[in-house]
Each structure stands twice: as C-alpha cells, then as structure tokens.
C-alpha cells in the first residue's frame, strides 16, 4: 500500500485506516478523512519465545488478548495497560503505564525491539543496539515515522494471585509521603493510590504470588462484583486496613468494568451501573465498549463532554506530588484521582527526565466532571499545562491538549524525532505529532 501510494506521486499525507471510532483516545481525527488511509489489519501474538522470554505481536493485538494468551502458558508481560481494549500499536505510539510501572517504567520501556515499515515501502526492525536512534525515537510519535507492523515485549513469569494491601490515608502530606515511599520499594509489585478527595486516599500495594488464602480470595472481575474503585473505597468509609487475593487476571483489568469510574460520572450511559440488583441481572454486558460509545455519540453531546468532563493524564516527578494534586484541586476539582508511579529512565526520545539520571515520576490521572465553579476547558486545561511544563512533567498525547506548537516543544523533547523525520523523508509522508493531536486536529 506504502508502495502504491509512491507510485501515485505521494499527494497525500498517509495514515492507518483504522477508523477513529475504534481507538481508545476520546480523540476522532479529522485527518482520516483528508489522509490517505493504510489499512493495517495486522491483529496476531506471532511468537512466544520462552528461551528468549520475549513475546512477538502484531501492533491491533489488545492487552485483553494478550493476558489470556499468555496468563495460561505461564507468563505475563511486566507492564499490563489497564483496560482490554487497549493495543500494542496504541501504547507504542501512544504511552502506557500500570501499577507496576515503578519497576519497569512505562509500556515502551518493556519493547525489545519494532518492526516498521518506512515512507520508502521498506521493512525495518529497530531495537536498542540496531537503528537505535528510531527505536528511541518511535514511543510517543503517534505513527508520525513510519506504521509499525510487529513488536517484541519482554515477559517475566506469571502468578496466580496478587496480594493486595489496601491502607486508608488522611492528610495531603500523609498521602504524598506514604504513596512515594511504598513507590520506591521493589519489592512491591504493584503501587497505586485512589484519591478520594484532597485530603482522603487509599494506597494499595499489591505482590504476585502463587499462594492464598482461601477465605480472603476476592474474584473482582466476575460482573456482580462491585466496581473496584467502589469496593477500595469501602476501605477509606471503615477507616480500616486490609489484605485480600486477588487471581492475577482479574488484578491486571481490574478497572476495566467501570472504566475506571466512567460509567459512573457520565449519567448519561449507566448511572446505576453499580447498583447490586442492575449488576447481578445484567453486570455481564458491561462495559460497553468505548468504541460503540464514540460511534453512537452526536456532535451535539461531544462538544458537552468536551466543555463539562475532563480526561487527562498528566506525568509529573514524584517530588512535584503535593504541588500538582493542590493545582489538580484548584484548576479541576475531579475525583477520584488516580495515581500510578512509574520510573523514567534518561533514555533518548520525546520524554525523558531533565537530569541525567533516571527519576521517578506519577501519573495523575483525571476523569469525570470538575467541580470547579469556574471551570472552562480551554483556559482551565491551558493553566494545567503550563503548570505540568513547569515542573518537567508531560501530558499523555491521547487526551485534549490545548498548547501551541511552541508549547508543545517546550514539554517534549523533539531533537531525535525532528532529525529522524528529515533523514527518512517523513515530511511529505506524515504530519508532525502536533498536527495530528493538537485541538485543531480534532473533529
């Protein structure tokens, strides 16, 4: 196709063809109506090399089919991207991170190697030692190099169970001190923190293991199970600890039912979902899949979402914490907060850390309805930018971002992907990043 598209004379800018309904991004670009669209139905696990232990997918192969392919053999991989639906080529391109990112960094940081194919129709595999500078240069640059056809991810061995602990925090300080060190333990497995409101929070830190105990086994991803954000805050009410197993499966999707709390903050699509009689009849149909949500959602009720809910990930350091939940609490008001710390080695490419050291940053991750009397999306969410520049933090590409093409070079770090872009002729073959995720793209 790549090929054919140079016979034509290269007219057009290319991109995948997979229509913008199916993605995971609340994001419906403009540009696959303008841009010559690539069809890539490339959806397979090729190979899982136990030797190795390196497993080789296709880049539309979904978290939720590479649990279930891998769970059972044995294995899983170390950074498991919360909800099913979500893709390799996605988290490639894109980002992704999971509670286990405090270990392993985020999803492009457990990728051994890409397969790309080029605007000059040929077939490169790049990886830390071969064409390096490309395969830094691929996480983040949202197909803007080349379409990725295959990837290699490293597995670790698999566990029947995680051993979840949850602790009820009270008081900011409390909470930002309590999160940043269970988040430099290794030997956590697993760290994340549900805030509640700006002084309430649960920390869990959870541990694979093979071994449980029968009575304190808790099955969350069967559909009549509570939504999990609501049972951890069952937790914070009782102002009480506790420990529970949880099978590794459910763990690894285990916000996927609710969406995290989606389903719950948009009153328009389940506002009930959570209710014990709705989830025992009819639990097994949710979620819907956000992809019917997009294709059935009118202009008229986009453009309402857009001004009155928010989706965003932003990436702070860790040391920036206290200071970005209180900018959270004051340009927002959303909650719950979610936090996901992970560490940011000082690799080549559009984010790394600001020293040369390798740093450990958080996710704060907000979704639903601000509270914020004042709140208006462009100005509210510009201030939240400014502020994530601030401290060298970055914006998770999937969500509305309302900076200027300055701006947006000023977060990240374009030098590697800007001398890719002009060695491999990629100006006349795809837009910049910015062009593509900017707010202009957007439908």
Same mark, same amino acid.
């Given at each position: 196709?790549?090929?054919?598209?140079?016979?034509?004379?290269s007219?057009?800018?290319?991109?995948?063809?997979?229509?913008?309904?199916?993605?995971v %991004?609340?994001?419906? #670009?403009?540009?696959?109506? @303008?841009?010559?669209?690539?069809m890539?139905? /490339?959806? *397979?696990?090729?190979? &899982?090399?136990?030797?190795?232990?390196?497993?080789?997918?296709?880049?539309?192969?979904?978290m939720?089919?590479?649990?279930?392919?891998?769970?059972?053999?044995?294995?899983?991989?170390?950074?498991v991207?919360?909800?099913?639906?979500?893709t390799?080529?996605?988290?490639?391109?894109g980002?992704?991170?999971?509670?286990? %990112?405090?270990?392993? #960094?985020?999803?492009q940081? @457990?990728?051994m190697?890409y397969?790309?194919? /080029?605007? *000059?129709?040929?077939l &490169?595999r790049?990886?830390?030692?071969?064409?390096?500078?490309?395969?830094?240069?691929?996480?983040?640059?949202?197909?803007?190099l080349?379409?990725?056809?295959?990837?290699?991810?490293?597995?670790?061995?698999?566990?029947?169970?995680?051993?979840?602990?949850?602790?009820?925090?009270?008081?900011?300080?409390?909470?930002?001190e309590?999160?940043?060190?269970?988040?430099?333990?290794?030997?956590?497995s697993?760290?994340?923190? /549900?805030?509640y409101?700006?002084?309430?929070?649960v920390?869990?830190?959870?541990?694979?293991?093979?071994?449980?105990e029968?009575?304190?086994?808790?099955?969350?991803?069967?559909?009549?199970?509570?939504?999990?954000?609501?049972?951890?805050?069952?937790?914070?009410?009782a102002?009480?600890?506790?420990?529970?197993?949880?099978?590794?499966?459910?763990?690894?999707?285990?916000?996927?039912?609710?969406?995290?709390?989606?389903?719950?903050?948009?009153?328009?699509?389940?506002?009930?979902?959570?209710?014990?009689?709705?989830?025992?009849?009819?639990?097994?149909?949710?979620?819907?899949?956000?992809?019917?949500?997009?294709?059935?959602?009118?202009?008229?009720i986009?453009?309402?979402?857009?001004?009155?809910?928010?989706?965003?990930?932003?990436?702070?350091?860790?040391?920036?914490?206290?200071?970005?939940?209180q900018?959270?609490?004051?340009?927002?008001?959303v909650?719950?907060?979610?936090?996901?710390?992970?560490?940011?080695p000082?690799?080549?490419?559009?984010?790394?850390?600001k020293?040369?050291?390798?740093?450990?940053?958080?996710?704060?991750?907000?979704?639903?309805?601000?509270?914020?009397?004042?709140?208006?999306?462009?100005?509210?969410?510009r201030?939240?930018?400014?502020?994530?520049?601030?401290?060298?933090?970055?914006?998770?590409?999937?969500?509305?971002?309302?900076?200027?093409?300055?701006?947006?070079?000023?977060?990240?770090?374009?030098?590697?992907?800007h001398?890719?872009?002009?060695?491999?002729?990629?100006?006349?073959?795809?837009?910049?990043?910015?062009d593509?995720?900017?707010?202009?793209a957007?439908?």
């Amino acid at each position: 196709q790549v090929r054919e598209w140079k016979k034509e004379g290269s007219k057009r800018y290319m991109c995948t063809g997979r229509p913008g309904w199916l993605t995971v %991004s609340l994001r419906v #670009g403009k540009y696959k109506k @303008t841009h010559k669209n690539i069809m890539i139905n /490339l959806m *397979d696990v090729l190979e &899982v090399d136990s030797e190795r232990q390196v497993v080789r997918v296709e880049p539309l192969v979904t978290m939720g089919q590479l649990t279930a392919h891998l769970n059972p053999m044995g294995w899983t991989i170390p950074v498991v991207p919360e909800l099913d639906d979500l893709t390799v080529g996605g988290l490639i391109m894109g980002t992704g991170i999971e509670s286990s %990112s405090h270990i392993y #960094g985020l999803f492009q940081h @457990t990728c051994m190697a890409y397969e790309l194919v /080029l605007a *000059d129709g040929s077939l &490169v595999r790049c990886s830390p030692t071969e064409n390096s500078d490309l395969f830094y240069a691929v996480p983040w640059s949202c197909g803007t190099l080349g379409f990725l056809v295959a990837a290699e991810i490293k597995m670790i061995p698999a566990k029947k169970y995680v051993r979840i602990h949850y602790q009820p925090v009270r008081g900011l300080q409390k909470i930002c001190e309590k999160f940043t060190e269970e988040s430099k333990k290794k030997e956590n497995s697993f760290v994340e923190g /549900l805030m509640y409101s700006l002084e309430e929070a649960v920390i869990m830190t959870g541990v694979l293991t093979d071994e449980a105990e029968q009575s304190k086994i808790n099955r969350i991803g069967n559909y009549y199970k509570p939504w999990f954000f609501k049972h951890v805050e069952k937790y914070l009410r009782a102002d009480r600890t506790g420990v529970e197993y949880i099978p590794s499966r459910h763990y690894y999707h285990r916000h996927t039912r609710s969406i995290f709390w989606e389903l719950q903050v948009r009153s328009d699509i389940i506002p009930f979902g959570n209710n014990p009689i709705f989830r025992y009849l009819f639990g097994w149909m949710v979620p819907p899949k956000i992809s019917l949500l997009k294709l059935t959602q009118g202009e008229a009720i986009r453009k309402l979402y857009e001004q009155h809910h928010v989706v965003q990930d932003m990436l702070v350091p860790m040391k920036s914490l206290d200071k970005s939940i209180q900018t959270f609490h004051q340009d927002l008001n959303v909650y719950p907060l979610w936090l996901c710390p992970f560490m940011l080695p000082n690799n080549p490419g559009m984010v790394h850390p600001k020293g040369d050291e390798a740093e450990l940053y958080v996710d704060i991750g907000a979704y639903g309805e601000p509270k914020r009397k004042q709140f208006e999306a462009r100005a509210s969410m510009r201030q939240m930018e400014k502020f994530v520049r601030s401290v060298h933090g970055f914006q998770m590409l999937y969500a509305d971002c309302y900076m200027t093409r300055e701006e947006f070079w000023e977060m990240f770090d374009g030098s590697l992907y800007h001398k890719l872009r002009e060695q491999m002729n990629c100006k006349d073959a795809f837009p910049e990043v910015y062009d593509k995720i900017c707010k202009a793209a957007r439908h």
